[in-house]
T-cell receptor, first 113, second 115 residues
Framework: GDSVTQMEGPVTLSEEAFLTINCTYT??????LFWYVQYPGEGLQLLLK?????DKGSNKGFEATYRKETTSFHLEKGSVQVSDSAVYFC????????????FGQGTTLQVKP | DTGVSQDPRHKITKRGQNVTFRCDPI?????LYWYRQTLGQGPEFLTY????????KSRLLSDRFSAERPKGSFSTLEIQRTEQGDSAMYLC?????????????FGPGTRLTVT
């Protein structure tokens, strides 16, 4: 069945460091891909999305490119801030019209000043 | 609009008791989803509604679980005869239809602890 695998955390970085969080997926057909973020004490929020191969999603300095050939959707940011500390979830949409999302296990990012 | 709200935020119950959670979606969203999240894992899909119709249920949703969305507005998730394995965070999300149906807005969740 469809699945998402993320790199294990926690990831600890110093402020202004470069961030990569790896995400790979297995899916039937051509899913849309998403990154959601959960800040402490808050609900999940959509960070960015890509709906087809080679699309790049971007938001708040974060980017991820839909790579069909490697079934990956790695999240990157050039310079992280303390305020980026959160749990990041990679997700894919199941084929069809249900809206159902399948999430990875989440990666905790801690940014130190 | 204040976003998706869930009530209660925390619930502690004894094994065998029934519990009910409520979700109020964003008012113009006609899709509503329930997910369950256990510690260290991502959310897992339970069920979803389009307006008042419940269109899909996960195999995770045993017959002790029931969800409703009367009049296509708020939704309730009831768990009967709770078990310790039901302890988790229960998340509600809503979305619009069409091309934005995967852009789901999540509530803060209800944390259930079964003792």
């Amino acid at each position: 069945g469809d699945s998402v695998t993320q790199m294990e955390g926690p990831v600890t970085l110093s402020e202004e460091a470069f961030l990569t969080i790896n995400c790979t997926y297995t899916a039937t057909g051509y899913p849309s891909l998403f990154w959601y973020v959960q800040y402490p004490g808050e609900g999940l929020q959509l960070l960015l999305k890509a709906t087809k191969a080679d699309d790049k999603g971007s938001n708040k300095g974060f980017e991820a490119t839909y790579r069909k050939e490697t079934t990956s959707f790695h999240l990157e940011k050039g310079s992280v801030q303390v305020s980026d500390s959160a749990v990041y979830f990679c997700a894919l949409s199941v084929r069809g019209n249900t809206g159902k999302l399948i999430f990875g296990q989440g990666t905790t990012l801690q940014v130190k000043p | 609009d204040t976003g998706v709200s869930q009530d209660p935020r925390h619930k502690i119950t004894k094994r065998g008791q029934n519990v009910t959670f409520r979700c109020d979606p964003i008012s113009e969203h006609n899709r509503l989803y329930w997910y369950r999240q256990t510690l260290g894992q991502g959310p897992e899909f339970l069920t979803y509604f389009q307006n008042e119709a419940q269109l899909e249920k996960s195999r995770l949703l045993s017959d002790r679980f029931s969800a409703e969305r009367p009049k296509g507005s708020f939704s309730t998730l009831e768990i009967q005869r709770t078990e310790q394995g039901d302890s988790a965070m229960y998340l509600c999300a809503s979305s619009a239809d069409g091309t934005r149906l995967h852009e789901q807005y999540f509530g803060p969740g209800t944390r259930l602890t079964v003792t």
